[in-house]
């Protein structure tokens, strides 16, 4: 999976090919879409026109709650697969637990069979903790390849980041700039990008690609769009990321995954 990828959460359908399309042309090959984003049509229609070849893109989707189940997740799939316009996807993701309607587990075992179909290449979570996780290992066959949560420098995830790591499972960052409000202003970030002749968004993502974590910046701005993904060829040192570890505030943006759906 490429360490860096192109989110598209609130780009509606036609947006989205125009977006994904100049994505595609700046050297992402990872995207990230939901069945709940409404824009997988219009994904699935850059991703036709870029000309590139299948095995080249990464493709990740995900479930909805309201489908989470045996058979109406084999439905909900289907149905991903036919907007995007694909045989197969890369990644297919349970998008949130919701452990109130207590179906994650059953929702998984249709995740195991659409693996072992090579409908997808891998399966994953999203919004897991490490209770959620352990259930699913406790009670399933296949470890999730990836969980994708909510992750930048104002919620830097240890816990979860340390359990993923003693399982094997990818640690994923949504909204991985803090959705851009407030935390690029942040003066120490101002000061480090200063510093490498950077902009804050660049290292902020830089500091997530030296932890190890997969990004997945959005943006619909070409510029922007080209800046996130050029993060390859510049380090922050010891003080940097010391000075990025200090900005933890354990401040959520999205919901917390005890409670949604
Ligand atoms: P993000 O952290 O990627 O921030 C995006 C916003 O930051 C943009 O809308 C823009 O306002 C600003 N921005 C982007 N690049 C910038 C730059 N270079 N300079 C200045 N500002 C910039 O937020 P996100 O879209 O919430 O998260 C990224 C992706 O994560 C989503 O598109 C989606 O694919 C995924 N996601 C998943 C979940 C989930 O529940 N699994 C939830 C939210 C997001």
């Known amino acids: 999976m490429p360490q860096l990828g192109f989110g598209v959460w609130q780009v509606s359908d036609e947006e989205a090919t125009t977006a994904v399309g100049l994505a595609l042309d700046a050297g992402y090959r990872s995207i990230d879409t939901a069945a709940i984003y409404g824009n ?21 989707t995900k479930l909805w709650n309201e489908e ?21 996807v890369d990644l297919y993701l349970i998008h949130w637990p919701c452990p109130s309607k207590d179906r994650y587990v059953d929702t998984w075992r249709a995740f195991e069979k659409l693996l072992a179909d090579g409908r997808t290449r891998a399966i994953g979570v999203s919004n897991f903790t490490p209770a959620h996780l352990e259930r699913l290992i406790g009670e399933t066959s296949v470890i999730p390849a990836v969980n994708q949560i909510e992750l930048h420098p104002h919620l830097q995830q240890s816990e979860s980041r340390a359990f993923h790591g003693e399982q094997g499972i990818a640690t994923e960052a949504w909204s991985p700039l803090g959705q851009g409000k407030g935390l690029l202003e942040v003066p120490a970030l101002v000061a480090i990008a200063q510093k490498h002749g950077r902009t804050p968004a660049q290292v902020v993502l830089r500091w997530h690609v030296q932890l190890g974590n997969v990004v997945i910046p ?3 701005t070409p510029s922007r769009i080209r800046e996130n993904i050029d993060v390859f060829s510049f380090e922050l040192d010891e003080e940097d990321m010391a000075a990025i570890r200090a ?13 949604v759906g």
């Open 68 to 88: 989470q189940g045996y058979d109406s997740t084999l439905r909900a799939f289907d149905a991903s697969l036919d907007k995007l316009g694909l045989d197969y």
């Open 247 to 259: 900005l933890n505030e354990e401040h959520r943006l999205g919901g917390h995954p005890d409670e």
């Open 218 to 220: 959005k943006s619909v």
């Open 40 to 60: 997988e049509r219009g994904t699935g229609k850059a991703l036709a026109a870029s000309g590139l070849a299948r095995e080249e893109l990464f493709v990740t």
